[in-house]
């Protein structure tokens, strides 16, 4: 793919000749055109279609915490979205089995979040009391870039649903609940935490020659399963 920032000739969009042009963010951009395929619905098209539209779906309905886990690496890589690192990232969790047409989420390999800032060990998830998940975690506020007033993240999945849900605390609480609604009671669900950075201007940790940024997020991490009671 190529990119101009000035074009004598305007703005160019669509089909010309073998390429495809486009404007993204005020840049002309321009793509082949995709070869014309004699069979689209070979075995191997047909799994990447499946995986794909699962991916998607789990994407859009965890986007809350996708554009806030994502946030940093999008912006540093400009040109593409917090949504579409979830799907790179993502994609190839997901399995899709040819002869029943089934797809399986590696639920417990997908994450919501990435980044340089230090993150907090996530000890369990309780599902003891009525409609609301608790999570327990450590922390670490003795590492370098982390602060008692970061904020950690919950993220509730309810494939059922195809909904989910965030709940937030401190670094230094330890403990947070995600309360849910009526229609949650009984339903599997998947958990997942991150940590968003408190602070509001750009840190050097030369300790771990890492650079923390304001928005800046941890690795997610996948905390368990179980049903909401």
Request: charged share 20%; hydrophobic share 40%.
């Amino acid at each position: 793919m190529s990119k101009t920032s000035k074009n004598i000739l305007g703005d160019q969009r669509g089909k010309i000749g073998k390429v495809v042009g486009k404007v993204v963010d005020g840049v002309q951009m321009y793509s082949a055109l995709a070869d014309v395929v004699s069979n689209p619905r070979t075995a191997k098209q047909i799994a990447h279609r499946a995986r794909f539209a699962e991916v998607i779906a789990l994407g859009k309905a965890m986007k809350g915490a996708v554009k806030i886990g994502y946030h940093e690496l999008a912006a540093k890589k400009k040109l593409t979205s917090a949504f579409n690192i979830f799907v790179k990232s993502n994609i190839n969790k997901v399995t899709y089995d040819t002869e029943t047409a089934t797809v399986t989420v590696d639920y417990a390999h997908i994450t919501v979040a990435d980044g340089d800032v230090p993150a907090v060990l996530f000890n369990g998830v309780s599902f003891a009391e009525s409609r609301q998940v608790t999570v327990t975690y450590t922390g670490q506020p003795d590492i370098p870039g982390a602060n008692d007033d970061d904020n950690v993240y919950a993220v509730v999945y309810s494939p059922a649903l195809d909904r989910s849900m965030m709940g937030i605390g401190t670094r230094a609480a330890g403990t947070l609940t995600v309360s849910l609604p009526t229609e949650w009671a009984n339903e599997e669900v998947y958990v997942w935490g991150f940590v968003r950075t408190s602070v509001e201007w750009t840190r050097q940790i030369e300790t771990y020659g890492i650079t923390i940024m304001p928005g800046g997020c941890s690795p997610s991490a996948y905390i368990g399963t179980g049903t909401v009671i």
